[in-house]
């Protein structure tokens, strides 16, 4: 049985932007919570990851301990749960690699003709500090070319929601003045960020070619896990949308990732 998700066309390979729906998590999690991290039933999420695994047709999929940092790993096997990073390279088949998220940015990443693959979880801070320039780095590092490699960036918060204090605003300011372009200010409210806006920018300066599926996981609250959405409403605890992207055993196929 396929689990709910989405894919880009610009992503050759198998992959997909995980919601919330198609799991067995129940209350705050329901229903595909794919977050040790959180809370939840440690069986029910790992049954959600399963059926995530199974549609992807992978043999493993491989999380972090995500910190907002631009440290990067290659993974060469199934790797044990606690390491800390926020972004994954690989150039092994059935190896998915994932990136977690509630709000932040999930970014997967493929250079099909040198087989290499990415993914990377960009919240504000660690796009700040250089997760995905990072993340292509690496990708570059095993054989990857920025010319010949493809990024989308997931379901995250849109700029609509995304309302942010002065200090935010001149944090990122005070490193390049360019910045303050991802600052909007409707009249009576304070500054409101364009996250998805900020990390396409980033994989641009890369050369690399990039697009946003367009979903905001605050807005649509029967779709998507929101950490800020269930702030505001006080609710405890909340569920993680996972993103992931594997090679599949052979690359013959121009459709793989159909």
Avoid at 124 to 143: F, K, N, P, Q
Avoid at 166 to 194: S, V, W
Wanted: glycine residues 10%.
């Amino acid at each position: 049985m396929m689990t709910p998700h989405l894919t880009s066309d610009l992503l050759k390979v198998p992959h997909g932007f995980f919601g919330s729906n198609g799991g067995v998590s129940t209350g705050t999690y329901k229903s595909l919570n794919a977050g040790f991290g959180s809370d939840d039933d440690k069986n029910l999420i790992a049954e959600n990851r399963k059926r995530i695994r199974e549609t992807l047709g992978a043999d493993y999929i491989v999380s972090l301990k995500q910190i907002h940092s631009d440290i990067v790993i290659i993974a060469e096997n199934e790797p044990v749960s606690d390491m800390e990073a926020d972004g994954l390279v690989t150039t092994v088949p059935g190896l998915a690699i994932s990136a977690l998220s509630a709000d932040c940015g999930p970014v997967l990443l493929a250079d099909v003709k040198a087989g290499v693959i990415g993914a990377c979880h960009a919240g504000w801070r660690g796009a700040l500090t250089g997760i995905v320039e990072s993340t292509v780095a690496t990708m570059c590092e095993l054989g990857a070319t920025p010319e010949n490699t493809a990024a989308v960036l997931g379901p995250c918060i849109g700029p609509a929601n995304y309302e942010v204090g002065e200090e935010f605003k001149a944090e990122f300011c005070d490193i390049d003045e360019d910045y303050a372009r991802f600052f909007q200010t409707p009249e009576g409210k304070k500054a409101h960020f364009d996250l998805p806006a900020f990390i396409l920018s980033r994989l641009d300066v890369m050369g690399v070619r990039a697009e946003w599926t367009g979903q905001c996981t605050y807005a649509e609250k029967d779709d998507y896990f929101s950490y800020r959405r269930n702030t505001h409403a006080q609710i405890s605890g909340y569920g993680r949308n996972l993103s992931a992207i594997v090679l599949p055993s052979s690359m013959d196929s121009e459709n793989a990732g159909r």
